[in-house]
């Protein structure tokens, strides 16, 4: 049968994976799971590479020794040809211009109204006749079905009902038989056969009293029966249409239904009845046969559609199975003696028609029997890339592949982090072997580690050879990475805030994945001019719950200003925290001293008292009223708040006295702080000490050192009496005396 449309509708996307279905009287409510596709194997005929289908030939029916396909020529018309399996010969066939499946080795053509023309193809035969539907029977009778030589046609009666009946030529007669009783029938249709048994559907008119309806039906009869089908014995069922299809075989019977607006596809067996409702998308779903205990269904498209309309398949036995593509492509169908199926359609990588038969194990075989040479559009057919990764260890990676439904492309991807619009593309390398295309992702946007939160990804390929039209896929991720109090865009690595002599404040974003025990620096950015208005800058960790770190600076007139972090490594208008702080000579911030999860801040008056000023968690307030920590302070000439460096029970500070002795005061939770222990001498050979975070990706914050002769990271070791280990470090690479501060 060949479900080609005049109209061809386009199916959408979500179509493109199969809809479910539901078992019984279920509703479709939303797209299903679909399993493997049947694998498919290439035929004798076709192994060769030998072309033997014409381009936009659709199949119309088969038998034993050959089959019949459609197509039209430059011209318009309509071209019938019967291809020999004995020998690869095409005969035309001149009668007629429509062909109908007959399930046999005998050609049916009609001429679209009474004409209808039979011509057995089998090897040696001569056999044919014409029949003349109006002539044998009354003006406006009408071909509905063929099995074999047999035809049936919809005759009118008296009062605008008809009559079914089958005409065949016996000996060179024709042979009418009437096989519907009653008066009252109004529309037939033979969707189906098996041998010489055929499914009819009907619909005839029932009266009660002065009142009718509309009794739609389904009769089971045989071709040499000769019995008339009782219409008052036959099965009820939905309403049906002349576009229904059906299909017939020793175990099962199928139909389609039109119950108020909705498809339903309805198989009966010995002992088990399912209706599969479809939803609008699959409104003109029709079943294109049974295989096995499968049965097949889809919307048909047309050979010469790039738009994809699959043929689906469902188990009937199995419960609640999922439905899944058997072919990419479907448009017409034709049914072989041996209860096989011919269809018209495609798969990823052939176009032509393939056999679908029973199998072992239940799946239906589907086998490549005539092949159409064409170069098939370029596809996306599969797509691997996780959901989600963590970046937080050290040479993580994201691996991604995609399979094409060929090679011959070229493949760019492009992947776009949503907050910030950063992107990466890529071309990816050809494969080695078949048609798998892979990148992995090293975790580096724009050249320094990509920012935490959601990421698009979208591939296209391109033919090489010009065939079609790029394809596309598109998905999206999570990337995560552990906070760290230093950080200003949101990557979860250490930036370090550097202001020159004319006043402009620079941001150096750190790899915080060490490479040969060195910290390589990723990317310097300018944040603007006009810092020389300070005479302190200090990152101050995140104070206000945002997820990047927070800075605060004080003017030349002790005003204390708090600049938030936006999360892409700038900062927001400043905030006035309140002035006064001309009062210390030294402050630090950006570590938890108290253990409430807030960063805090540490200032030293002129008189040597340390203060506590404790983090609240709020922008426009963003510390408690101060808290002395105690007094002697004044022999050191800096302090930094490293984090918890040595295991205590909060955030520790390191002081360097006017000596270069540098002493660890470890944090004892309540924002005070253990007797100091010696570090080492020498550490007047820094300008600056930072507490940076984690720069080093071990899980402990780390400090860094400039000075004129260099810039190093000392790497925290969790021990209280040697907490350092100095690596080397890209940063301030011959500029130890270019900056004036570093935050």
Known sequence: MAFVRATRRRLGASVATVLAVTVGTGVLTSPGAVAAPASVTRATEAATGEVNLPLGAEIVSTGDT??????????????????????????????????????????????????????????GATWS?????????????????????????????????????????????????????????????????????????????????????TQYWKALTSVNSGAAIDLNGTESIGPWAQSSTGAYTADYKAWVDYTAGVTELVVAGPGIRKE??????????????????????????????????????????????????????????????????LVRGATADADGVFRIADAVGGTPGVTLVADTGKVLAVKVTESKVPTAVNLEKAGTTLPMEWSLSRANATVDLT??????????????????????????????????????????????????????????????????????????NDNGSTDVLARDASGVLWRDDLLDWPSGDQVTTAKRTKIGAGWQVYNQIEAAGNLAGAPAGD????????VLWLYLGKGDGTFASRTKVGPGWQVYNKATGGSDLTGDGRPDLLATDTSGVLWLYKGTGSWSAPFAAR?????GWQIYNQITAVGNIAGSAAGDLVARDTAGVLWLYQGNGTGNFTARVRIGAGWNAFS?????????????????????????????TGSATAPFSRQTTTLYAGEGTKFNNIA
């Open 66 to 123: 050959g089959r019949l396909t459609s197509r039209k020529d430059d011209s318009g018309n309509t071209v019938l040809e019967w291809y020999r399996y004995a020998d690869g010969a095409v005969l035309p066939i001149n009668t007629g211009t429509m062909g109908h499946d007959s399930n046999s080795d005998i050609v049916v053509t009609s001429d679209g109204g009474s004409m209808v023309f039979l011509r057995d193809m089998k090897a």
């Open 129 to 213: 006749a014409s029949f003349d539907l109006a002539s044998e029977f009354k003006p406006g009778a009408k071909l509905v079905g063929v099995v074999g030589e047999n035809l049936f046609a919809s005759v009118p009666t008296t009062g605008g009902y008809y009559e079914l009946w089958q005409l065949a030529q016996v000996n060179g007669v024709a042979k009418k038989t009437k096989l519907t009783s009653g008066s009252y029938g109004l529309d037939y249709k033979v969707v189906a056969s098996t041998g010489h048994d055929l499914l009819v559907l009907g619909s005839s008119r029932v009266f009660s009293g002065a009142t009718f309806r």
């Open 551 to 558: 800075l605060v600076a004080r003017d030349t007139s002790g």
């Open 688 to 716: 600056h000490l930072v507490g940076a975070g984690d720069v080093t990706g071990d899980g402990r914050p780390d400090l860094i050192a400039y000075g004129p002769n260099g810039t190093y990271v000392y790497r925290s």
């Open 415 to 488: 992947l776009t982090h949503a907050a910030t619009g950063q992107k990466l593309t890529k071309r990816l390398s050809q494969p080695v072997s078949d048609s798998r295309f892979a990148f992995v992702w090293d975790g580096v946007l724009d050249g320094i580690s990509a920012p935490n939160g959601a990421y698009t990804w979208q591939i296209t390929a391109t033919p090489t050879d010009g065939v079609g039209a790029p394809a596309t896929a598109s998905g999206s991720f999570q990337v995560s990475r552990q906070a760290n109090p230093h950080d200003f």
């Open 276 to 341: 599969f409702k479809m939803d609008s998308s699959m409104s003109g779903a029709v079943i294109a046969g049974i295989a096995g205990n499968t049965l097949l269904y889809g919307v048909p498209g047309t050979a010469a559609d790039e738009t994809l309309s699959p043929l689906y398949a469902r188990s009937i036995t199995t419960a609640d199975a999922a439905p899944y593509k058997l072919l990419e492509d479907f448009s017409s169908v034709a049914h072989a003696p041996d209860g096989s199926l």
């Open 627 to 631: 808290t002395r920590v105690g007094g």
